[in-house]
């Protein structure tokens, strides 16, 4: 009897999955630029994409997650002007007169239509575009609006109910980047064993549990300067069943109040609970506890930062959008917080104990390569290009074994 409502879950699933990402990031871009301007958004469709259209309106000109100032979000779909302009003029010219009426340079117009035809939306964003407006167009996998929008996001299907369950749900994560980049906290995520506290393998006992000395007065400047501080953690211990989530509640609650004792505050503390072989969506390096804290916290992950100790939490960071700091290997959490506070004034700020002094060794020229780098690019300790390894590794003998 379910199979049928089975069958369609999995192909809308399958549909939304093969939407191009980058395409929506790059509708988001526009949409940033545009509200940063000053300007607005204009949405406009016919029937179910009218309603989508509305829907996706009322996320600016109300809230998606974030409680912010209104963003100027429109929607053509009032039904006086509709029926007046279908009625006096044409049906075909319902958006594109109030496009004529509403729509200025520097505006972006968000075009709904499943067949990618409906020809009133196809003449609304030719006007929008001779306006000096930027066209963003939501369509399945044909018809003309797509090669008229400046970014078009593609539902791959022509199934009209599956096209609009897509789009939905690339508008709705549209919106997210928008209001977190516009008004998104900044953000340190941080690893907890090794990173904050000695690793004591699947502790049980909030005893042996305790922070670096260094980390509290870290967490104190971090906090202090504006960044919330959210603890991201790998705990199959948990799942194994070596402790309870008593133990885990208890051992978490000591670390934030060790945090506190220096006037820093732990905003939150996420965990993943699997095995590696589960194959879940939030253990580390996957995203999904980064992604619930953004959600719950408000956060703009591509002004934040992750700090952490292994290769998981350095992909963990890139995948979330964040800048990445390494500890270990001489770098310490007062280096991340260094690096990250330094980071908002555009400089670098390297670990103090043996890896400078490697650094310092070097040749003056593959030095000064090499910080440059560090300071143009988004990671602790900076990424290879082409020539710097190169170099370095002519110097030391060796491929160079500090970049996580």
Not at 39 to 49: D, E, K, P, T, Y
């Amino acid at each position: 009897m379910t199979d049928p409502i089975s069958s369609e879950l999995s192909e809308s699933a399958g549909v939304i999955s093969r939407i191009d990402p980058s395409s929506v990031r790059a509708a988001a871009d526009v949409l940033i630029e545009a509200f940063r301007r000053g300007n607005q958004a204009i949405f406009m469709g016919n029937g179910g994409s009218s309603a989508d259209a509305q829907h996706i309106a009322a996320e600016f000109s109300g809230r998606y997650f974030i409680d912010r100032p209104a963003l100027p979000g429109v929607c053509l779909s009032n039904i006086a002007p509709v029926t007046a302009i279908g009625n006096d003029y044409s049906y075909d010219l319902v958006f594109k007169r109030q496009i004529e009426a509403f729509c200025r340079e520097g505006d972006v117009a968000v075009c709904y239509s499943t067949s990618g035809n409906s020809k009133n939306v196809v003449l609304a964003a030719e006007e929008a575009k001779a306006r000096g407006a930027k066209v963003i167009s939501f369509t399945g996998d044909c018809g003309r609006l797509k090669e008229v929008a400046d970014v078009a996001v593609v539902i791959p299907t022509r199934s009209t109910p599956r096209v609009q369950e897509g789009y939905l749900c690339a508008s709705h994560i549209m919106c997210g980047i928008v209001e977190s980049a516009l008004f998104g906290s900044r953000a340190v995520f941080v690893d907890r064993d090794d990173t904050l506290a000695p690793n004591v393998p699947y502790c049980s006992d909030p005893a042996l549990f305790d922070l670096y000395g260094d980390v509290p007065e870290g967490i104190a400047r971090l906090t202090a300067a504006g960044f919330k501080v959210i603890v991201v953690t790998n705990q199959s211990g948990l799942g194994r069943g070596y402790f309870t989530m008593g133990t885990l509640d208890a051992i978490h609650s000591k670390m934030v109040s060790q945090a506190e004792s220096a006037g820093g505050r732990i905003d939150g503390v996420y965990f993943c609970p699997h095995r590696p072989d589960e194959g879940c969506g939030c253990r580390k390096p996957r995203i999904g506890m980064g992604l619930r804290a953004v959600r719950d916290h408000g956060v703009n992950p591509y002004r934040s930062f992750m700090v952490g100790d292994s290769d998981a939490d350095m992909e963990f960071g890139r995948r979330l959008g964040c800048s990445v700091f390494r500890v270990g290997g001489g770098a310490t959490f007062t280096d991340a917080v260094d690096f990250i506070l330094g980071a908002r004034r555009r400089r670098v700020l390297l670990p103090r104990v043996g890896f400078c002094q490697l650094i310092n060794g070097l040749p003056s020229d593959v030095r000064r390569l090499w910080i440059s780098q560090a300071a143009t690019r988004r990671s602790f300790p900076p990424e290879p290009s082409k020539e710097c390894p190169r170099r370095l590794s002519a110097v030391l003998g060796t491929g160079f074994p500090f970049w996580p």
